[in-house]
C-alpha cells in the first residue's frame, strides 16, 4: 500500500467513525450521547450536542482529506488533522467540559483515550506519509 492510500484509508475510516458517532449522539443508545439521565452517566462516550457537532465537523473534515486531497497537500494536512487533535485532547483534558461548552455532561475517560489516540495517529500516519509522498494523483 502506498503512502496516499494509506492515509486516504485512515482518513476515510476515522471521518467515518466520528460522523456516525456525531449522529448517534443525537439518538438514544448506550454507546455515544448524553444518556438516558442527560447527565453523561450510564453510556460508554459521554456527549452533548456541542461535542457532536464537533464530531460532525472533525469527521467531514477526515472525509475531505481522504476523498478531496492527494499527494503532499493530503499528507500534510492529516498531519494537520493529527495536531487538531493535540490541541482537542490538552483542551477537553484540562477542562473536560471544555471550558464550558461541553457543560453539563464533561468529557470522561474512554473519550480522553480516543482523542489521544486520534492524536498519534493523525502525527504518525501524517508524518509518515509526508516523508514519501508524490505529487501525483493515484485515484
Not at 471521518?15 to 439521565?37: D, E, K, R, S, T
Not at 462516550?45 to 481522504?66: E, K
Not at 453539563?104 to 493523525?122: C, R, S
Amino acid at each position: 500500500m502506498d503512502n496516499n492510500a494509506m492515509v486516504r484509508s485512515v482518513a476515510a475510516i476515522i471521518g467515518v467513525v466520528l460522523v456516525a458517532a456525531g449522529l448517534l449522539g443525537f439518538i438514544g443508545n448506550p454507546i455515544v450521547g448524553p444518556g438516558p439521565n442527560n447527565n453523561g452517566t450510564d453510556v460508554l462516550l459521554a456527549t452533548n450536542s456541542v461535542h457532536n457537532l464537533v464530531h460532525l465537523v472533525t469527521g467531514a473534515l477526515a472525509l475531505y482529506i481522504a476523498f478531496g486531497l492527494s499527494g503532499a497537500q493530503q499528507a500534510s494536512a492529516f498531519l494537520g488533522f493529527g495536531i487538531l487533535y493535540v490541541v482537542i485532547f490538552v483542551a477537553v483534558l484540562l477542562s473536560p467540559t471544555l471550558f464550558g461548552l461541553f457543560n453539563p455532561i464533561p468529557a470522561n475517560m474512554p473519550i480522553h483515550i480516543l482523542h489521544a489516540g486520534l492524536t498519534v495517529v493523525g502525527i504518525a500516519v501524517g508524518y509518515m506519509a509526508r516523508g514519501s509522498t508524490s505529487s501525483v494523483a493515484t485515484r
